[in-house]
Each structure stands twice: as C-alpha cells, then as structure tokens.
C-alpha cells in the first residue's frame, strides 16, 4: 500500500514531463513552419525532409 502511494507521483511527474516535452517539440516544430511561410522564407533542412 505504501508503495503505490508512493509510485503514484512518480508517475503524474513522468506524464507531466513528457506532456511538457510534447508540447514543446510541437510549438517548435509550429514556429518553424511560421518562419518559413513567412514575409522572407529560408530554407531548412530540417523542415524539407518531411
């Protein structure tokens, strides 16, 4: 019993973090497409891989 109380943090933390982590790749990844859609659009390898 103790150690699934425990646990439980544990895990809200790791979904929270990786929720986080998401979040973050895809406002990223929503900027750069901004960028280069925008006014003066430069190219980046990384976007034209897709």
Do not use: D, W
Not at 13 to 20: K, M, P, R, V
Not at 36 to 42: A, E, L, Q, Y
């Amino acid at each position: 019993m103790g150690n699934q109380i425990r646990l439980k943090p544990l895990l809200v933390n790791g979904l929270i973090i990786n929720q986080q982590a998401l979040l973050n790749a895809i406002s990223k990844k929503f900027f750069y497409t901004l960028l280069s859609r925008g006014p003066t659009p430069r190219p980046s390898p990384s976007l034209e891989v897709e």
